[in-house]
């Protein structure tokens, strides 16, 4: 059984660029939830994905965006990047059916913008 | 609208001795509770989880956590820390996403735990 995988690892961009992490939910889970933790700090609820649809929402712009796909793997978006959204984004799957939900995350992508 | 409070930014203890991490949260409903662990440069891995029932549950590598429905907490033990116990742990909080997943998970900002030989 394969884990939360994200891509990539590091990476770094100049203010306005726009910038896609990538996700692969692990085996099974149909459930997919972004997440920003800026330098010490606790991560902060993106969005969700269930079936391809976002299912909930927390306190970001509109230039943060998503996609899930039909395998359950899933995209993040960000457009007009500012230096605030330097931070680790955490992706999470997780399955309705197995222990009420339990996320597992991934290692994460650390985002810096310059 | 949901929160979680971990008081203690950073707590440093003897290798052996006993730990306690505080965690206080808002929610308007019957809460899902959970620690997590983050080493440095890594993600989050579950320490452990309340749902229901028996208040006082027991987690991976020896830690409980005891949910105060009346003190709104969920502290974290662990009777005898090791130094590969220094991380740091997040309490956060949710609840059911009516026939999903939890939905939004509330993370409090951490404590760091600094482990001495």
């Known amino acids: 059984e394969t884990g939360v995988t994200q891509s990539p690892t590091h990476l770094i961009k100049t203010r306005g660029q726009q910038v896609t992490l990538r996700c692969s939910s692990q085996s099974g889970h149909n459930t997919v939830s972004w997440y920003q933790q800026a330098l010490g700090q606790g991560p902060q609820f993106i969005f969700q994905?269930?079936?391809?649809?976002?299912?909930g929402r927390g306190n970001f712009p509109p230039r943060f965006s998503g996609l899930q796909f039909p395998n359950y793997s899933s995209e993040l978006n960000v457009n007009a990047l500012e230096l605030d959204d330097s931070a680790l984004y955490l992706c999470?799957?997780?399955?309705?059916?197995?222990?009420?939900?339990?996320?597992?995350f991934g290692e994460g992508s650390r985002l810096t913008v310059l | 609208a949901q929160s979680v409070t971990q008081p203690d930014i950073h707590i440093t203890v003897s290798e052996g001795a006993s730990l306690e991490l505080r965690c206080n949260y808002s929610y308007g409903a019957t809460p899902y509770l959970f620690w997590y662990v983050q080493s440095p440069g890594q993600g989050l891995q579950l320490l452990l989880k309340y749902f229901s029932g028996d208040t006082l549950v027991q987690g991976i590598k020896g830690f409980e956590a005891e949910f105060k429905r009346s003190q709104s907490s969920f502290n974290l033990r662990k009777p005898s820390v090791h130094w590969s116990d220094a991380a740091e742990y997040f309490c956060?909080?949710?609840?059911?996403?009516?026939?999903?997943?939890?939905?939004?998970?509330?993370f409090g900002q951490g404590t760091i735990l600094t482990v001495h030989p």
């Open positions: 956060a909080v949710g609840g059911n996403a009516g026939g999903t997943s939890y939905g939004k998970l509330t």
């Open positions: 994905y269930y079936r391809e649809e976002e299912n």
């Open positions: 999470a799957s997780s399955s309705p059916r197995e222990g009420n939900g339990e996320l597992f």
